[in-house]
């Protein structure tokens, strides 16, 4: 059972036209929900995200410049999810539907119809919501004006945009959109009325004067508003917060904590400090062969991340085969104990490389000690456009199906049918049905993706903070980093910085990473410069760690001693001399790729080493298959790597 959500009472002593004011309508059933109802809604479920879902690394960003930290936060939160629809109790936004319309006209309020507001385009209800809580703050708590913008504008972004200066003056020059000339000072007194009830629900009222002189960082804005847009999203779920009639069936606490059930969201990731040496995590996180040791690099990538005062970047350079990704997770563990991350992004160049280390992240959850979650399933993503083709994510999809619909508030619920009794532990991994789609995806707790994923962040774009909040809340793995060219790098430079800022820790992955770029690498995410030292720095392997705002950490590391000899050889650029060569090197079995660098020359090569070798010891993978059978063909590569292949 849930503490009594905060709104449980919001209701009560709002006057008979502030209670007519409304929120939302569906055509289809003609239901409808008033606005103190959904401020209401909108506060507890930001109440609940804040306790229950939240990591600590983003509780700590948004607390770190407020007076009383986070407990100061957790009320700013909640007061932000109440007020960001306050926009709504304007004629511009209550003229949309006239049965409704009408209820606001019969308690007092002078609502034009809809198309004499021919302009009420310049008053959006984010907009509209932002002018009118900077008014408020401005007259009631005699706030400058300029010192409100930071808390104002994550009500006017709330839609995913925040407002620029000239559409916040398009609004004040036309102020029959916020108030009807008529009856503006009745307006006024509704629109004060619900923004008072939402301060005192949230208590905010007994904080106001102590953040008078507060400046929010940027990034604890981003997260701010991130946060208000999810719990608008969640709140606004009519499957899980029914419209009246039906909405008037229960109380408040038993409405909120029905849908809070129904919603299921898995929690964040709890990763626990561990004394084990480097050798026994890696033992038990991962599958190692019978006999195997834990090589220098991860031996001494785990010490060094333990010994670093905060989490911040690791760039791990050696060659392949040595373990890096082993040595990125148990990193990535060490770093979030510390930071408080609530889960990991691996982000890979390709989708096929995406999908080869998808199972390899579900091995090590499923091997991450149970302590170090709070109950309930994790939540994962494959992040890339086909990511419904991988047969092990398509299944967790089908795991995580749920019909987010008619939850009973006696705790019936229904929307876990299709989980099996086996799947349904509390080391449960699933795809959770929330947690999907473009914008959403990301707030999964694990996730692996194209790079393309992490670069977004640097775009602008509607609801980019969610992407913020989403890899705010993460440790990051960046593997391959040396496989992206000079276009990609300035964007990946531009989010480093940002995870930086969010205090973020990530570990970048690399054989063959330039040393110029290992400098630009550290610079932008330390927020500092003159680090000549990382790019003059001699030894392979190679670990290199900074804290945010710190001096780097360079260590070259003893060589695990395998030995790997490469030999280069220039062949004639024909297809008997190929086929010659490879009927010599194979002529005791086993297998041998070739890379073309066009679809036609694969195609080709196939069709002369197919009559050469015979139909079934050739396979092709390449661009212009389908995408199901592109699908087919790289897990059949994966199963099967003793084929000749062409590509």
């Known amino acids: ?14 006057s008979g036209p502030a209670r007519t004011v409304w929120a939302k309508h569906d055509w289809d059933s003609e239901g409808w929900l008033p606005l103190w109802r959904h401020m209401a809604d909108s506060g507890a479920v930001a109440e609940l995200l ?236 991962f599958q190692l062969p019978p006999g195997a040791t834990i090589r220098p690099i991860q031996e001494r990538a785990v010490s060094v991340a333990r010994a670093m005062k905060t989490p911040g970047l690791m760039v791990i350079e050696a060659p392949m085969g040595e373990g890096k990704t082993e040595a990125a997770l148990a990193v990535a563990e060490v770093f979030a104990a510390g930071s408080g991350a609530g889960g990991c992004f691996v982000a890979l160049p390709t989708m096929a490389t995406s999908n080869a280390m998808f199972p390899r992240l579900l091995e090590w959850l499923e091997r991450l000690p149970d302590a170090e979650v709070a109950p309930g399933p994790r939540s994962v993503l494959l992040a890339h456009s086909k990511a419904a083709l991988n047969e092990e994510y398509a299944g967790l999809l089908r795991v995580g199906r749920q019909a987010i619909r008619g939850v009973e508030p006696d705790g019936g619920c229904d929307q876990w049918s299709h989980r099996s009794d086996h799947l349904a532990s509390s080391a449960e991994l699933i795809a959770h049905q929330w947690l999907r789609g473009r914008k959403k995806g990301m707030l999964a707790s694990f996730a692996v993706g194209t790079i393309d994923q992490l670069l977004f ?10 992407r913020h909040l989403a890899l705010a809340g993460k440790g990051v793995i960046i593997d391959e980093a040396h496989a992206y060219d000079t276009y990609m790098n300035s964007y990946l430079d531009r989010v480093l910085s940002w995870l930086g800022a969010y205090r973020v820790p990530v570990v970048v992955l690399s054989a063959t990473l330039p040393a110029r770029r290992r400098r630009e690498l550290v610079e932008v995410y330390s927020g500092a410069t003159g680090f000549a030292e990382v790019e003059q720095a001699v030894g392979y392997p190679l ?41 010599l090197e194979l002529a005791e079995g086993g297998c041998a790729l070739v ?53």
Request: with cysteine; aromatic share 6%.
């Open 1 to 14: 059972m849930i503490d009594e959500p905060s709104g449980g009472r919001f209701v009560d002593g709002l």
């Open 50 to 285: 804040w306790d229950q879902w939240v990591p600590r690394q983003v509780r700590q960003v948004i607390a770190a410049d407020l007076p009383d930290g986070e407990a100061d936060a957790r009320i700013l939160l909640i007061w932000l999810a109440m007020s960001h629809d306050i926009g709504k109790a304007t004629p511009a936004f209550a003229c949309q539907v006239d049965s409704l319309a009408q209820s606001m006209r019969d308690a007092g309020l002078d609502i034009p119809q809809q198309k004499l507001l021919f302009d009420r385009k310049f008053a959006p209800h984010g907009l509209a919501g932002q002018v009118l809580l900077q008014e408020w703050l401005t007259e009631r708590y005699g706030w400058r004006r300029p010192a409100t913008l930071q808390f104002v504008v994550v009500v006017g972004g709330h839609h995913g945009i925040p407002p620029t200066h000239s559409d916040i003056k398009e609004a004040r020059t036309r102020p029959h959109l916020l108030r009807t000339s008529g009856c503006a000072s009745l307006w006024r007194s509704v629109q004060w009325e619900i923004l008072d009830k939402c301060a005192q629900e949230s208590s905010v009222h007994d904080r106001l004067d102590a953040w008078r002189d507060v400046k929010l960082s940027q990034p604890a804005q981003v997260l701010l508003s991130a946060l208000v847009i999810v719990s608008d999203w969640i709140a606004s779920n009519a499957d899980l917060f029914p419209y009246f009639p039906d909405a008037q069936r229960v109380g408040d606490r038993e409405r909120v904590e029905a849908a809070w059930r129904g919603l299921d969201l898995p929690p964040p990731w709890q990763a626990a400090v561990t004394a084990d040496d480097p050798a026994e995590l890696f033992a038990s996180r």
């Open 457 to 466: 962040m640097g775009l602008k774009s509607r609801h980019l903070a969610l």
């Open 543 to 583: 670990l290199t760690a900074v804290e945010r705002h710190g001096r780097p950490l360079l260590e070259a590391v003893e060589p695990s001693g395998r030995g790997v000899e490469v030999h280069l050889e220039c062949l004639d650029d024909d297809l008997g001399v190929l086929a010659d060569r490879l009927s």
């Open 595 to 647: 890379v073309r660098n066009t679809v036609d020359r694969v195609l080709e090569t196939a069709d002369h080493l197919r009559r050469r070798f015979g139909e079934q010891q050739v396979t092709v993978a390449h661009a212009r298959f389908l995408d199901l059978d592109r699908a087919e063909k790289d897990a059949e590569l994966l199963d099967h790597p003793g084929l000749v292949g062409g590509s």
